[in-house]
């Protein structure tokens, strides 16, 4: 079945940092691809999503591109900010069947002054 | 617009005990969706309404969980008894159709002693 790996965490990192969250996938067929984010006291909101090879995703200063070669879908930001620390979540869904997420493990990221 | 809620926070049983989570969906959503994610571990989605039915409850883990959907508005997940190993983060998420994105609720963070 469908599985998405990320890597663990938690990554801590000082403001102005660069960031990278690893993720990568097992699916069959062409899934469309996620980032959630969760802040503190928060719900998941979806930060950024991709739905075919070498699509980018990007918003808030984040990225990720689609590498069907890889199978990955990796989180960078060039420079973190304290307001940046949260949990975040890469996830797949299917391209047919239901439309239910396929979620990793979440990675939290600790951003430092 | 409201997002979605849920009710409570957090929650601490023993084992044994009958616990009721709420999620308040978004108003208009008639799709609406449990998640649970135990602790360290991956969001595992549990089920699926449309409106009042269960459109697919294949990731409910046992007959001591009981969800329901009232009307087609609010919707609850009961469990009872309570194990250790429900122990987690209950997500709740909605979405207008099935295949649209879906938002999260903030999560029910239970706790069974």
């Known amino acids: 079945g469908d599985s998405v790996t990320q890597m663990e965490g938690p990554v801590t990192l000082s403001e102005e940092a660069f960031l990278t969250i690893n993720c990568t996938y097992t699916?069959?067929?062409?899934?469309?691809l996620f980032w959630y984010v969760q802040y503190p006291g928060e719900g998941l909101q979806l930060l950024l999503k991709a739905t075919k090879a070498d699509d980018k995703g990007s918003n808030k200063g984040f990225e990720a591109t689609y590498r069907k070669e890889t199978t990955s879908f990796h989180l960078e930001k060039g420079s973190v900010q304290v307001s940046d620390s949260a949990v975040y979540f890469c996830?797949?869904?299917?391209?047919?069947?239901?439309?239910?997420?396929?979620f990793g493990r979440g990675t939290s990221l600790i951003v430092h002054p | 617009e409201a997002g979605v809620t849920q009710f409570p926070s957090h929650s601490v049983i023993e084992k044994g005990q009958t616990v009721t989570l709420r999620c308040d969906p978004i108003s208009g959503h008639d799709n609406l969706y449990w998640y649970r994610r135990v602790m360290g571990k991956e969001i595992k989605f549990l089920l699926h309404f449309v409106k009042e039915s269960k459109q697919d409850e294949s990731g409910m883990p046992n007959n001591r969980f009981l969800a329901e959907r009232t009307g087609g508005t609010y919707s609850t997940l009961k469990v009872q008894p309570a194990e250790l190993e429900d122990s987690g983060v209950y997500f709740c998420?909605?979405?207008?159709?099935?295949?649209?994105?879906?938002?999260f609720g903030p999560g029910t963070r239970l706790t069974v002693l």
């Open positions: 998420a909605s979405s207008q159709g099935s295949r649209t994105e879906q938002f």
């Open positions: 699916a069959t067929g062409y899934p469309s």
């Open positions: 996830a797949l869904f299917s391209s047919g069947g239901s439309y239910i997420p396929t």
